[in-house]
């Protein structure tokens, strides 16, 4: 057993279960899934995995779920809301030692970092379940008054990633109960045990069905955007994950709401402060262990600072304390699984001639999935650390000439999540603003988010955006209603 490992799982049994209608069933299959903690390797529990059948029964319970939960007032699905808010706030212990178990992510961060904005964000769409709005209603045609109602969809579909899995079902399910939805959440399969226990919290302050946890891997996923039950569906997750989630609920012609992987270029000019910004980058590269898709690793850095950026980005990256996420001074956790961590590793052992690794670049323990934290320079547009998401604690490093090539440098991949520009020249900054072709530009700074503030991409990123009224909006449909007011 790992020095680190220290038991916190507060479910009932070590065999994980669906959570359907209102309470955990167990899954119809016989197949089970080994859940790991991330930092040592060890088998934490067993997951089931769900079939058709289950998949039936939770859209069953979720159309049950629907008929109360849809008639409830805004006030009464604000307050419902507001009130798993505070419960998740009161024991955000119980959730921080989960997610540290299952991802390894540091404890200290996941208090400090991920728990409060995903409160703040489900308090925000309690908020917003209060304010929809809409055109006035008026007489648009002689003699007749017109309205329009913003209603609920129905059953939504969400399927949410490994690296940030209770922030993400946040994201799924609080737009979606905010405007009346029922929900069934399916998480990855390496990281189920926050999301369960969400479940049953919830459960206290919803109706039956109103919240459903479906557990298994990509068929149980498949089978859920397939299904004729499901009004909506909604996935954060890579590039091939979300085509294939469009093609199965093309058949059905549901709504669909993709927020898919990114590379975001960070382009740093000359008259940037070179420390300020290394220091910035190296920590929203690193965060979670690079594993984001707005993460901050790919650099492309002036010719007038490219040698001292590349330089203190270094220091930055052997300065970077990594290991024992019970350690309050540890900053990176591991990469989630063995099968990640060879992949990052990949990337790395392919690079190209003329690149050059600063600091970094090897797997790192005896035990867990942890990576060095990595810069590597030299690298040229169409190589393929700079056009695929590595998803790892590695920040790439290239040298532009001159604004229009950076410009084109950080256009020229397949995603446009996110993007960030480091200068004192308050035109460039904006000029970069308006031709970056990615939903999120930060000046100055990267990563931060704001639940009044949209988030979501362009091209192979997706589309469809969460948080925000904007995000909240994709998941009510519009009716219009109009009157004969002369008849």
């Known amino acids: 057993m790992g020095r680190w490992y220290r038991r916190t799982m507060s479910l009932q049994t070590t065999t994980l279960q669906n959570f359907i209608g209102g309470k955990s069933v167990p899954t119809s299959g016989n197949d089970a899934h080994d859940v790991h903690n991330a930092a040592t390797g060890e088998v934490i529990a067993q997951m089931g995995v769900s079939g058709a059948a289950d998949v039936d029964a939770a859209v069953q319970a979720a159309r049950a779920g629907f008929a109360e939960w849809s008639q409830a007032t805004p006030a009464e699905r604000s307050l419902a809301m507001l009130r798993i808010a505070d419960e998740i706030e009161e024991r955000a212990g119980e959730l921080a030692q989960l997610e540290t178990e299952n991802t390894g992510k540091p404890l200290a961060l996941v208090l400090s970092e991920e728990v409060p904005p995903a409160v703040d964000q489900i308090r925000f769409f309690a908020g917003a379940a209060r304010n929809l709005s809409g055109l006035s209603s008026g007489e648009y045609m002689a003699g007749h008054t017109s309205s329009i109602r913003r209603e609920p969809i129905g059953v939504c579909g969400g399927i949410t990633p490994w690296n940030y899995p209770f922030m993400m079902a946040v994201w799924k399910f609080g737009p979606a109960l905010a405007a009346g939805n029922a929900m069934i959440l399916k998480p990855s399969e390496n990281t189920p045990t926050s999301t369960l226990w969400m479940a049953e919290l919830m459960q206290k302050h919803l109706p039956e069905g109103v919240f459903n946890v479906l557990l298994g891997k990509g068929d149980a996923g498949a089978a859920l955007v397939r299904h004729e039950g499901v009004d909506m569906v909604s996935i ?34 000359d008259d940037a402060d070179v420390e300020a910004a290394a220091e ?38 052997k300065g970077t304390v990594f290991g024992d996420p019970l350690d309050e001074n ?24 003329h690149a050059r690794v600063t600091t970094g670049g090897n797997p790192s323990g005896e035990q ?14 169409d190589d393929e650390m700079i056009q695929d998401e590595i998803f790892g604690p590695v920040i790439t490093v290239q040298q532009f000439s001159d604004e229009a090539q950076a410009l084109a440098w950080a256009n020229g991949v397949k995603y446009g999540l996110a993007s960030s520009v480091w200068t004192k020249d308050h035109g460039r ?39 925000s009224m904007y995000g909240f909006e994709d998941y009510t449909r519009i009716k219009h209603v109009m009157s004969n007011i002369e008849a």
């Open 236 to 269: 954060t997750g890579s590039v091939r994950a979300g085509k294939a989630v469009a093609a199965g609920a093309a058949d059905s012609l549901k709504r669909v709401h993709l927020e898919l992987g990114g590379k975001a270029p960070v382009v740093v000019f």
């Open 368 to 381: 867990g999935y942890f990576f060095e934290p990595t810069v590597i320079d030299g690298l040229r547009q």
């Open 330 to 353: 540890t900053y990176m956790g591991p990469v989630i699984s063995q099968v990640q961590r060879e992949r990052v590793a990949g990337f790395v052992e392919r690079a190209p001639s």
């Open 280 to 317: 910035m980058i190296a920590g929203t590269g690193y965060f979670n262990a690079g594993q984001d898709c707005t993460a901050a690793t790919r650099v492309i850095a002036g010719p007038g600072i490219h040698d001292a950026f590349v330089e203190a980005l270094t220091e930055q990256a």
């Open 429 to 467: 900054a904006m000029r970069m603003a308006k031709h970056l072709d990615f939903g999120c530009v930060w000046i100055n700074t990267h990563i931060p988010l704001v639940a009044e503030m949209p988030h979501g991409g362009f091209k192979q990123s997706g589309y469809g955006k969460d948080l």
